[in-house]
């Protein structure tokens, strides 16, 4: 039976690179554990970041671009209110007319969400090998004045195969997911859709009483608010999955989350019972990259262990929305 299975990963980063050490408080950046970002040029568009990812992906993992038949790309900051990003993609990589391309809006969540997308859409026979792009650009989003969410960001791309395999199991499986928009604004940017579109709310700066600087067209977060979410959501999404596949933590091979920050990253670990494990943790120069995090940390991953041993891998994301979503992996197809 064919099945669904990440075949191949590429990612992108713009070259230039903002170190935190210029932007405030040494002792909240050695908290954060982000020493440094990515950072996108002025002139370059989610759209840009996505399709050098994808120009990657086809380049080192002899990828056909004629084999593509559906592209979803993941951003919440297309390059422009319409048409779709993904669109636009189809005609700059040169790929089939015959293929299905939407954009869809999540973050944090949003790699896992689109692994869900794309099994739909292969094992039901709709596609066979689909292009799943992530393009993170919080930068432009985030006053340079901001020194508490600021320091947080990185900008990227990542680019996945998701093909149709012969298998005797799932390769993508156990999916749970969540959703609480209640609190969406937790992490979000006033202005600039339908409801308070920019021409009837012109731009205003905000001081908070630590100096911060933003306006209601930048990134607004409470990050008391998204921290707690995380500390109750993350607990519970792992026990779900594993309830759900019927497994224990110890036959899992690798636990590759979004990564917020370190300080973040290390409650989690603890908060989910998963010390000694195999649990990635590497934001130091990356940042968080919001819905690219999940698959730098399965590239960065495959770096320190062949794909065979990763026939086990928990995936998980979580955050704006507020929204969350895991699954389990088999990434021993990887190459």
Known sequence: MKYACIKAIATYLPPTVEHNSSLGDERFIDKLGINSRHIAAPDQSSGDLAYESARNLFEHHSV????????????????????????????????????????????????????????????????????????????????VGDR???????????????AAVESDHAMLDAFVFGTDGARFDSIYIPVGGSRMMPRDYPEQLEHDEAGNVHSNYEVHMDGMAVTYFTFRTVPRLVEEILSKAGLERAEIDHYIFHQANRFVMNHVQKKCRLEGRPFYNDIETLGNTVGCTVPFGIEKVLRERPSAELKRVMLCGFGVGLSWCGCLADLSNLR
């Open 148 to 162: 508490a969410i600021r320091p947080l960001f990185g900008d990227g791309a990542t680019a996945s195969l998701i």
């Open 64 to 143: 056909d671009k004629q084999s593509i038949d559906f592209i979803l790309l993941c951003t919440q900051h297309p390059d422009y209110q319409m048409p779709t990003t993904a669109c636009q993609l189809q005609a700059r990589l040169d790929l089939p007319q015959s293929i299905g391309a939407l954009d869809y809006n999540l973050g944090c969540s949003g790699y896992v969400y689109g692994l869900a997308l794309a099994k739909g859409l292969i094992e039901s026979g709709l596609a066979s090998n689909v292009l799943l792009l992530t393009s993170s650009i919080y930068n432009k989003y985030i006053n």
